[in-house]
């Protein structure tokens, strides 16, 4: 059993910064790509970073240059730091890794950015 616990979101006014974090724990022997997802109200969900094994890190274009994901010296552990926050940010953010050959999600924590 595997399970991903978040943490990190709440409420800031716009420009301001957030770090989310997600730690994988249970049975574990392989963790691969780490993802970050967003969904808004009323959108579908969104991929916003992604980083694998070798360290490669993707962006949407939406968040370059602002966010940020890592992974933690502990290698069950992603953070995203997300600064100069937009309005537009706001939404429910998930972690998505691949441990052991599958795909897990965190439930999820909500960030809302204040104008």
């Known amino acids: 059993q595997v399970q991903l616990v978040e943490s990190g979101g709440g409420l800031v006014q716009a420009g301001g910064s957030l770090r989310l974090s997600c730690a994988a724990s249970?049975?574990?022997?392989?963790?691969?790509?780490m993802k970050w997802y967003r969904q808004a109200p009323g959108k579908q969900r969104e991929l916003v970073a992604s980083i694998n094994s070798g360290g490669s890190t993707v962006y949407a274009d939406s968040v370059k240059g602002r966010f940020t994901i890592s992974r933690g010296d502990a290698k069950n552990l992603v953070s995203l730091q997300m600064n100069s926050l937009k309005p537009e940010d706001t939404a429910d953010y998930y972690c998505n890794i691949r441990v052991n050959w599958s795909y897990y999600w965190g439930q999820g924590t909500q960030v809302t950015v204040s104008s």
């Open positions: 249970g049975s574990i022997s392989s963790i691969n790509a």
